[in-house]
Each structure stands twice: as C-alpha cells, then as structure tokens.
C-alpha cells in the first residue's frame, strides 16, 4: 500500500508492499528529496538524493550513480561514505516513524502492521548490523564477477567457482581462482547459507543464478543433482520450498509466475556439449535461460581475444537451447578489436546472429568493451598497435550491427549492458 501525507510542510510517501515485504519513504530531508528503501529485513537497498543513485551490494559497498553533462558517470563509494549514506537514510526513518507514533503525521491511510515491522527493522540496521551483514557475505560467497542486467535481483548459487578456461583477454572477473564444480553436499551447505542470509531480502528475489562464469559446462551426471538441491532449498514455482516457512509457501502458492527460474553463464565454445535433450531435461528443472558470451561473429577477432572456438560453436550451442526449449542470452562485445577489426566485426556478428533461431524469449545484449591496465588485452591491443573506439564509435558500431539484424515475427529483446552498472 502506498501512504500519501504532509510531514513539516512537504509531501511524503511512504510505500509498503505486502508481496515483496518492502519500505520505502521518500521526502524532503536536510532540505533535498531523499528516497530511501528496504528490505524485509531492515537491509538498506537503495538511496536517491539530489539526481545521485546509491545502490548498496549484499557486500556491504554502495555504487553511485548519476548524469553529468549528458553522461553517466559512477563511483564505488569507500566504507565509511558508505555507512554515512546509511545513517543518514536510518535518521530520516526515525524522524518519520516517531512521528507516525505520536500522531504527528498522518496521512490518507494508517500505516499497517507490517509497516510499523518494516520500520523497527530498519531502525535496527545500524552500523555495526551493516559491517557484521557484509563480513557475513564475504563467508558465504566469493566475489561475484558480473551478471546478466536482467539478472541483477536473482538468488546467486555458486554451483561452481571460477571460468572452466579462463583465457578471454578482456576479463579479469575470475583469476583469483580456479575452476572447480562444488560437490553435492557443499552445494547444498552454500545454498542454505545463503537462504539464511538473505532472509526476507527474498521476496525482493527473482530466480536463481547458477555462478559463476561458466556453470552449464558441468556435465550432465553433475550438473542434475546440483539443480535438483537448488529446488529443495529454495522455493520454486516447479518443485519444493524447503525448509521456508509456511508464510512463504503461501506467498509462492499465490505468485507462481513471479519467480522466474533457473539461470546460468555458458561460454558456448567449449566444454562438454549438451545435446537438445539435455537442455529439455534441464528445463524440467526450471532452467529458463542460458547466457552465451559470443563477443563478436568474427573468427580472426575470437583468436585475439583468446576465446576457446569458433562462431559456428555458437550457433550449435544456441541451436541446441533452442531445440531442448531454453531461451538465450547473447552478448555482443562492442569496440572490441578496436578500428582494425571494426567492419569485420560487425559484418560477421550481424550474420552469426541472423542464423539463430531466436524469438521473443531470447536476449540479445550489447556491452561496450571497458579497458583497464590490468587486462592482457590492453597489453596485446598495445602490441598490435590497435586504435581503440571512441564511446560515440562504440554507439556507432552498435547502431550498425542493430540495423542488419533480421527478425521474425517473434523479435528478441535488444537491450545494452554496461559491465560498471553491477551491482549484487
């Protein structure tokens, strides 16, 4: 339910949401607007003052976000920016909720009862819960590269840990660690842990993603009974709830169709390749989505970036999801291979993409390549002496590749992907 009301001479709301088990409150505060937001937990998610985003990760970091001059720019805030943001959300609460209390604001509706829970909850998140929260986090995952944009409020299981071949020269997410599938029992251990640790933040969850960056090369033998512990453990749409609570089986009785499924990374090039009865198998699992890094439909600019095959791998991976009833996920890396490769790139990404049969249920992601100093293919494009693009002949490369895709009936999402917008 949403509450509308005057709180010292200014417009206030504040936003229950009974599904999601949510709070949010926004009003003006310290004399500029502030939104600030909540899980059922008390756990802060997002704060909006003053055209600047801070989205806080489960790691306890908060990325700001905002528009300048035309553009978006972004920072990671250190620690203690961060926990000031916090309190600063947690003093604007409390203000609120003491007067709701005494009678001081009111607006057209009573706050329910869940509200006042949501309220004491946060109120409750101070410093020291936020610090334990985020040291918490850090025993129960490693660090989480990147996700799908479209994946960014699934339930993460790291079925795996690291990249089965490592060797793209533009990623640097995975080289902390090697590739190593959990066996059954830890999988389980983990997925429990992080059931236990997201609480009520549940609700706020779509989905799971099997990480990390390359989860369906598990073969067949492996890969099942690891999906079948992700149904047992959490609730699902298609199997069992758990050990949640029976409020929570009722929310899913009720909401079959909001939790969307099963997701996971596949390089496309190597590993064991699954057959289209593979996939129908996995998609009795929930599996609904597998996302495929193609990069780009060039075979020369592959090789340079160290991918492990060839497009036609691509194509037969795809063409396998599709038949075993698995949408796709594609992603285009855009500027990548700078102006030499350019009209290679896009010629052959435009025809790789066309021989997929791809429809309404697919994805279709273009990432502008982001360099740092620490990648090989910053030190391999300075070798061969290749002319990055330019953000805007990163626009243009795009808009090119777009222009000759063709479609059915049936068309796929195209969206784009920006790797510095992550945010887990």
């Known amino acids: 339910m949403v509450i509308l009301g005057q709180w010292h001479n200014h417009q206030i709301k504040i936003s229950v949401r009974e599904r999601e088990r949510s709070l949010t409150v926004s009003t003006i505060w310290e004399d500029h607007l502030l939104t600030a937001a909540y899980e059922g937990g008390g756990r802060p998610r997002t704060f909006i003052t003053q055209g600047t985003v801070y989205r806080r990760a489960l790691n306890g970091r908060m990325l700001a976000k905002w528009r300048a001059h035309g553009r978006r720019e972004r920072r990671w805030l250190s620690q203690e ?150 149904n047992e453990v959490f609730p699902a749409p298609w199997g069992s709830i758990g050990r949640q609570s029976e409020r929570a089986a009722n929310h899913l009785k009720t909401h079959r169709g909001a939790w969307g499924g099963i997701y996971a990374f596949l390089d496309g090039f190597s590993g064991e390749k699954k057959t289209p009865d593979d996939y129908a198998r996995l998609a009795t699992l929930g599996l609904k989505r597998v996302y495929i890094g193609m990069e780009s439909g060039h075979a020369p600019l592959l090789r340079f970036l160290h991918k492990p095959g060839e497009p036609e791998d691509v194509l037969h991976t795809v063409k396998a999801m599709k038949a075993g009833g698995v949408a796709v996920g594609v992603i285009v890396l855009i500027g990548a291979g700078g102006h030499f490769y350019a009209k290679a790139h896009v010629r052959d990404t435009i025809a790789l993409i066309n021989a997929m049969p791809l429809d309404h249920r697919d994805i279709i992601y273009f990432s502008e390549l982001v360099i740092t100093d620490d990648m090989p293919y910053a030190r391999d494009a300075a070798a061969a002496n290749l002319q990055p693009l330019t953000h805007e002949e990163c626009v243009e490369q795009e808009n090119a590749i777009r222009a000759g895709l063709r479609f059915g009936k049936s068309k796929p999402l195209i969206s784009r992907y920006d790797i510095r917008e992550f945010v887990y």
Not at 121 to 146: H, M, T, V
Request: with cysteine.
């Open 81 to 230: 920016e961060a926990l000031k943001i916090e309190a600063r959300g947690r003093a604007l609460l409390q203000a609120v909720y003491a007067d709701i209390q005494n009678g001081a604001l009111r607006g057209n509706a009573e706050l329910p009862p869940l509200g006042h829970t949501l309220f004491q909850r946060a109120l409750a998140w101070d410093e020291e819960k936020s610090r334990a929260d985020a040291n918490r986090y850090r025993q129960i995952y490693l660090p989480i590269g990147i996700l799908p944009p479209d994946q960014y409020s699934a339930i993460v299981l790291q079925a795996t840990l690291g990249c089965s071949f490592n060797t793209c020269t533009f990623c640097t997410f995975y080289r902390d660690r090697p590739f190593r599938i959990k066996p059954p029992e830890e999988f389980r251990q983990h997925a429990e842990a992080v059931k236990d640790f997201l609480g009520e933040g549940i609700y706020l969850r779509q989905g799971i993603f099997l990480g990390d960056a390359n989860a369906l090369v598990v073969p067949m033998k492996r890969l099942v009974p690891l999906m079948e512990i992700a």
